[in-house]
């Protein structure tokens, strides 16, 4: 599998897409290729593939990096290699 997916500017946090006077970008996960972190919003971003981008919709399990559960959030901005998805930690 070819994984462009952390090339291009780190992502906007979702939180801030919606509070334009809240703009900030997320941070790349350390040793972890192509997943972006707010720590501020508890949020995760990652680049999926777009067919299956499109099957996820929010509330759905959504794996974390680290092997926790997480839960889809919402989708966000075509990126090379696929379209971003934002997701949390469950619970
Ligand atoms: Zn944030």
Same mark, same amino acid.
Request: glycine share 16%.
């Given at each position: 599998?070819? &994984?462009?997916?952390?090339?291009?500017?780190?992502? #906007?946090?979702?939180?801030?897409?919606?509070?334009?006077?809240?703009?900030? @970008?997320?941070? +790349?996960?350390?040793?972890?290729? =192509?997943?972006?972190?707010?720590? @501020?919003?508890?949020?995760? &971003?990652?680049?999926?593939? +777009?067919?299956? &981008?499109?099957?996820?919709?929010?509330?759905? +399990? /959504?794996?974390?990096?680290?092997? =926790?559960?997480?839960? /889809?959030? @919402?989708? =966000?901005?075509?990126?090379?290699?696929?379209? #971003? #998805?934002?997701?949390?930690?469950?619970?």
């Amino acid at each position: 599998m070819t &994984a462009p997916a952390s090339s291009g500017p780190n992502p #906007l946090c979702d939180v801030g897409r919606t509070h334009p006077r809240d703009r900030h @970008r997320m941070r +790349p996960v350390e040793g972890e290729l =192509g997943v972006w972190v707010c720590d @501020r919003h508890g949020l995760f &971003a990652r680049v999926e593939e +777009p067919g299956k &981008a499109a099957e996820l919709e929010r509330g759905d +399990p /959504m794996p974390l990096h680290d092997g =926790g559960a997480g839960v /889809m959030v @919402r989708t =966000g901005d075509e990126r090379p290699g696929g379209v #971003l #998805l934002y997701y949390r930690a469950a619970g």
